[in-house]
């Protein structure tokens, strides 16, 4: 049986770049410090679960409060055992605000991130600009940027599991495929149709570049297949094409996609998927030049004019992209 994908539409309000971002004490942080009675006994009977196995360095006081405050308001109803442990994060699954709805819990370790590698990120995004450099501050900037990535990423039309929620270093967001039969990555399928499979991935590309974002660690390793569609995931270092390393970011991003297809047998080349993610949007009743687009030595701003035409700082180009590619199979379950 094979699988069919369209590529989604976009809402027509992907978001502003410039949007401000709260990185202030949430209540979490407030509950951890105050030690109520009912949080008390929410950690102790968290602690006791024996799917979680307890590492103080993902469930620390303020986190075990970060996930009482989600329960608390109706985002988590049941919370269960791992589905994965990266190197920054663990994801555990849950149920949200019913049992038919089954959420991923992405909690980030604040003792054991890298914290060096975030900064490189958050450093130059003008949506963090002043935050504190602890490793505290890192992290919990990280998992809001995150948040906020996935939600620009879907009014855009990019598939990406759905954001829920956020709590300091908890994201709740939707649970792609099931936590004993999780959706595969790219890598580990056999892509039967792999020039479908690559206008999905350079058209989402694009989306993202029009409202102002560049992944920045796009391979096979961080798009999965599930129920017929390609889902983009691991947007918390995504960055913003104002900064100071928009160009390195995507040049990687362009080298990783052409270099996976090229092994999938098409002709894939780095410099025109860079042409096709940066070219502007013409505006609404003119033609298309030949040759208009930039190449890999013009800047990712310039390709996108650089401007902000808008009186907020919102980027000049939108989010409307191609509609739906004609069904063909992608992978060979």
């Not at 900037?141 to 759905?162: D, H, S």
């Amino acid at each position: 049986m094979t699988e069919e994908f369209d590529l989604l539409e976009s809402d027509g309000s992907p978001g502003d770049e410039w949007e401000e971002l709260d990185v202030s004490d949430t209540e979490a942080d407030r509950i951890a410090r105050r030690q109520d009675r009912e949080f008390n006994e929410f950690r102790k009977r968290l602690k006791d679960a024996d799917q979680f196995k307890l590492d103080g360095s993902v469930f620390d006081d303020a986190t075990l409060a970060a996930l009482y405050k989600l329960v608390q308001d109706g985002y988590i109803t049941a919370f269960g055992g791992p589905v994965s442990t990266g190197k920054e994060a663990n994801v555990f699954e849950a149920f949200g605000e019913d049992e038919s709805q089954e959420v991923a819990v992405k909690i980030y370790r604040i003792n054991s991130s890298n914290f060096t590698q975030m900064r490189e990120y958050l450093e130059g995004d003008p949506r963090f600009e002043g935050i504190a450099s602890d490793k505290k501050a890192t992290v919990l900037a990280w998992t809001k940027k995150e948040f906020a990535n996935l939600r620009r990423a879907q009014a855009a039309g990019v598939r990406v599991p759905e954001p829920i929620a956020v709590q300091r270093n908890a994201l709740v967001m939707e649970l792609v495929g099931h936590a004993d039969d999780r959706a595969r990555r790219l890598s580990e399928v056999t892509v039967e149709n792999p020039e479908t499979a690559y206008e999905v991935v350079r058209e989402y590309m694009r989306r993202l570049y029009r409202v102002g974002l560049i992944h920045g660690d796009l391979s096979e390793y961080n798009l999965i297949i599930h129920d017929g569609e390609l889902v983009v995931i691991d947007l918390g270092q995504a960055a913003t094409v104002h900064h100071p390393n928009a160009r390195t970011f995507l040049e990687r991003d362009c080298r990783n996609v052409a270099a996976f297809f090229s092994r999938q047998g098409i002709d894939v080349d780095p410099d025109d998927l860079w042409d096709h993610v940066t070219e502007p949007e013409p505006e609404p009743g003119s033609v298309r030049e030949e040759g208009s687009s930039g190449g890999p030595d013009d800047d990712p701003t310039d390709a996108a004019d650089g401007s902000t035409d808008a009186a907020d700082g919102s980027t000049d180009v939108d989010s409307r992209g191609a509609g739906p590619l004609e069904n063909d199979p992608i992978v060979d379950p």
